[in-house]
């Protein structure tokens, strides 16, 4: 009987080299702009205490209650596999004991897990970048993480996207507005679906974000927050809008975007696209003031924002796989050593260099070609003996004898 093939788990996906080269262009990208916002990079724990998400996400939510992938170790500790970032900043910055250091503004990259339904960018082991900055006090930091989120985006070249804006209100005026919400939902709960029915009882608001159309339907007239803050609220509000329009960043306000929990407060957002479906949303953020007060931590203003390295890598242009610079074919065994010493010789200079393995000289070139690498360098007696090489372009055939140094100041140069 043969072995049973060996397969990935279903939802967890390898990333193979023309993958990965996306997501290290989302990556770069994310380096270079938020370094210019003065962001500085952490490194998270994958795993975590559950306790940590049970708290701060809630057990009664599907993250929690059937997607989170948690377990007891050998210990008898109760752990899981990270499902979000947001949590596990916001213990690291109270177990770092930042909490009078002032304002801090993270970014961090990495796998997050979720045993959601596969379906196409969106995954069940997932790459994310995550961006949290604490002691976020007033609308010119929210201001600031939009403008950062959009010239993230921006620096991709993905074309088409839209800022969605919404506020969330506060402690002070959302309870008056989740009363009337109810209200009007309960007269309307046998049009609704049966999440909605249940998310009636829980957290009112999420039924807002509900993406079927008869849900939609019957949302037309519900009452918005907007309509209902307080007068610091609505302050707030304004004084993000102002500030986008001081940058001439596009939005529209959008007061179906809500967030699930009640620790989130005034600013939440998403930028979309309608390259991606029904489920278009690209980036995705808001304020979490209660947050780290929920956590055992001081009452801390705070704002965040995540993407999906996997879903914005689908936004790409299709990007050429990279190709090295050269490629080394030594014939015969005695020159081999010096072939080796000129492949790191050109590698120190940092040229991209792939050595072809020896043997027949018919072999090397093809490989050489496979490679799609643009010289050649050719190395047989007569270079070793002159301490040289033979460079060959691969576009024009023409070949030169040559110092190490001289093919990296000629490829350089090119």
């Not at 403008?147 to 309870?175: Q, T, W, Y």
């Not at 390259?275 to 209660?290: C, F, I, S, W």
């Not at 995540?306 to 610079?325: I, K, N, S, W």
Request: net charge neutral; aromatic share 6%; charged share 25%.
């Amino acid at each position: 009987m043969s072995a049973k093939k060996l397969q990935s788990i279903r939802g967890i996906h390898d990333g193979l080299p023309a993958e990965v080269a996306r997501w290290r262009r989302v990556e770069a990208a994310a380096h270079k702009v938020f370094s210019t916002y003065a962001f500085s990079e952490v490194r998270l724990p994958i795993l975590e205490p559950t306790e940590l998400f049970v708290r701060s996400v809630g057990e009664d939510t599907d993250i929690v209650s059937k997607e989170m992938y948690a377990f007891a170790d050998q210990g008898g500790d109760h752990i899981c596999l990270r499902p979000e970032g947001t949590a596990g900043s916001v213990r690291a910055w109270l177990q770092g004991g930042l909490t009078r250091a002032g304002a801090q503004r993270w970014f961090y990259m990495g796998p997050m897990f979720r045993r959601e339904r596969p379906q196409k960018g969106r995954l069940r082991q997932f790459q994310q970048i995550g961006v949290e900055m604490f002691a976020a006090n007033g609308p010119v930091e929210d201001v600031e993480i939009l403008v950062m989120a959009h010239a993230f985006l921006s620096e991709l070249a993905i074309p088409d996207l839209k800022i969605e804006l919404n506020s969330l209100g506060c402690r002070v005026c959302r309870p008056s507005y989740r009363e009337k919400l109810v209200k009007y939902l309960a007269e309307r709960t046998e049009h609704l679906c049966e999440t909605c029915v249940e998310r009636l009882q829980k957290n009112p608001m999420r039924v807002l974000d509900c993406k079927l159309a008869s849900c939609q339907a019957e949302l037309v007239n519900a009452p918005e927050m907007v309509a209902h803050l307080c007068d610091a609220c609505d302050s707030h509000f304004t004084g993000v809008q102002k500030g986008l329009d001081a940058l001439k960043i596009p939005y529209r306000v959008n007061a179906r975007i809500v967030r699930g929990l009640d620790y989130y407060n005034r600013t939440a957002f998403e930028i979309v696209s309608d390259k991606l479906g029904a489920q278009g949303t690209v980036l995705a953020g808001g304020r979490y003031d209660g947050l780290v007060e929920a956590l055992g931590g001081p009452a801390t203003a705070a704002i965040g924002f995540a993407a999906g390295v996997e879903r914005l890598a689908m936004l790409l242009e299709t990007l050429e796989m990279a190709e090295p610079d050269v490629a080394v074919v030594a014939l015969g065994d005695a020159v081999q050593g010096y072939a080796l010493t000129q492949a790191n010789a050109l590698r120190k200079e940092g040229l991209s260099v792939v050595h072809c393995g020896g043997g027949g000289a018919k072999r090397q070139f093809k490989m050489a070609d496979r490679e799609r690498a643009r010289y050649v360098v050719v190395i047989g007696d007569d270079e070793m003996h002159s301490g040289t090489v033979m460079l060959k372009n691969m576009a024009t055939s023409e070949q030169q004898q040559l110092t190490a140094s001289e093919v990296t100041k000629l490829i350089l140069t090119v």
